[in-house]
């Protein structure tokens, strides 16, 4: 199993986050449950989505977000995605320009904007068991976005474990059977 270079794409985050979940079920298993779950299926981080991109219906799953605007695929392979998108995730304008790929997201530098980094991925665990990991990472493109990163992360960071694993742990409990 590939697991992503997460460094080559944003090396200097200022937060970094990571979740693992392991299943007592095959990598195939894990990942296939873990793209099938809906924005509905999860209260918290559901309703934080929707809320923060309008227009995304309840339904959609999060492998389907993920795949598309305001997210850019920068990796993906049979058992892993990792997707970015860039801009002030401080306002609640949906201002996120649409990247063209992974090397317009690399290269990004409008001032006053971050760069925000969502990998996930399987990886066996040995003994038929599978790990789902899940990194989110956040680059300041400069001291201005730095500042408001700072004190947003200061709000929101200590609810961040509430929210972010709940997909893992239902995926790896349907993957379970």
């Known amino acids: 199993m590939l697991v992503p270079d997460l460094d080559a794409l ?5 937060v970094r986050t990571r979740h693992r ?42 492998d389907r977000l993920f795949r598309s605007y305001p997210f850019t695929i920068l990796d993906e392979g049979e058992s892993h995605l990792v ?15 649409a ?24 990886v066996a665990a040995g ?3 599978a790990e789902l990991c899940s990194e989110a990472r956040v680059e300041a493109v400069d001291r201005v976005s730095a500042v408001r990163l700072k004190a947003l992360w200061a709000v929101i960071g200590r609810f961040e474990p509430l929210v972010a694993a709940e997909p893992l742990t239902l995926a790896a409990r349907r993957a379970a059977g």
């Open 21 to 62: 979940r392991t299943a007592a079920a095959p990598p195939e298993a894990l990942w296939r449950a873990a793209r099938q779950i809906r924005l509905a299926d999860t209260r918290r981080l559901g309703r934080l989505v929707r809320w923060r991109i309008p227009g995304t219906p309840p339904g959609q799953t999060y």
């Open 83 to 97: 997707s970015g998108l860039c801009g002030r995730i401080w306002t609640l304008h949906r201002d996120y320009p």
């Open 10 to 14: 944003l090396p200097r985050a200022t």
């Open 127 to 129: 003994d038929g068991r």
């Open 99 to 122: 990247l063209a790929g992974a090397e317009q997201f690399r290269t990004w530098n409008e001032p006053g904007t971050v760069r925000v980094l969502f990998a996930h991925w399987v």
